[in-house]
């Protein structure tokens, strides 16, 4: 039963889910559908989650999440270490059991449909691996061809694509443990999507890899979402990795769900001034201006803190003394989450955006 708020609870306590009041809508919605302007049935979402809890040893991990993910998008999923992301992720893929809570993967329950679920199914780990340790990679590849039950056509198809997509050719041969640890990732998410899985669930899938590295990942992940239209679940303390994949983001906190939208959104919310950076030919001796922050000057060079549009902020420069050079900066998400985290910016209120 719904609480006056909207939301359901964990063990029998109120707590307002992000979803609540949209849920409780749908619930008593009319059901005498027009049928002149009926139309088609909207394809259902890849993973569905409502009122998920999940304690351990009755301290709660998650609390009341309800999220919906259609097919085919990519969404980050951010929070502080102990937030209950790991713990979502494993009642995603079935490794856990909630509390309570409805949980529909695919259309299937992850924990009851365990089989038929991890055959649809990807997941990278960027801190393990799937791959045999003392095995060259392509057997490992061939092994779980056998696993997932891949046909050989099939299979051949995959690994000569990925071969090219990820460059595996150089270390084929290699065994996992020889690897480097951006080749062993670039094995991983090989050997993850294999078997034509619809979903893709990628837990630090570029932590520890230099720039180089971050990107190729990043692009393969691009292109098996574009190409393949696999969704992809993406948790990362990375926020690179968030900006070049995801345009929606979840963001949780002590197990409840606090932010679920676009990027940008949190962007323009949370991520504080745009800051405009000058170079004057010479220093101005009252550099300050009206509307703007003074953020810093050293000798010429001015920066200022601003927000909406630069075209204003760039006159009122451009008019105060003659310029050499400048540069519109935007706020880093990396410093948005920070300040978000740091300063309790989303607090206990449960935020849900388009
Ligand atoms: N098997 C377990 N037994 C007891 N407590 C657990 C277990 N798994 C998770 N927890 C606790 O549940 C809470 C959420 O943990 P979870 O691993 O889901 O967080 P996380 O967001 O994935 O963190 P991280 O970014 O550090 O991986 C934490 O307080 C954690 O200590």
Redesign the pocket.
Known sequence: MPSPSGGWGCGGTWARGVDGARLFSIHHQAVRPNLSTISPPKEPPMIEVRHLCKS??R?P??QDISFSIPAGEIVGYL????????????VLTGLLVPDSGEVRVGGLVPWKQRRQHVARLGAVFGQRTTLWWDLPVRESLELLRHVYRVPAARFAENLAGFTELLELGPFLNTPARALSLGQRMRADLAAALLHDPELLFLDEPTVGLDVVAKERIREFVKAVNAERGVTVLL?T?DLGDVERLARRVMM?DT?RLLFDGPLAELQARYGGERELWVEFEKAPAQPALPGLTLLGQDGPRVRYGFSGAAAAPIAQVTALAPVRDLAVKEPEVEATIRRIYEGNLLGSRSVREG
């Open positions: 351990f040893a301290k991990a998650v929070g502080p270490n102990g937030a209950g992301k790991s713990t979502t992720i494993k948790t303390h949780i197990g």
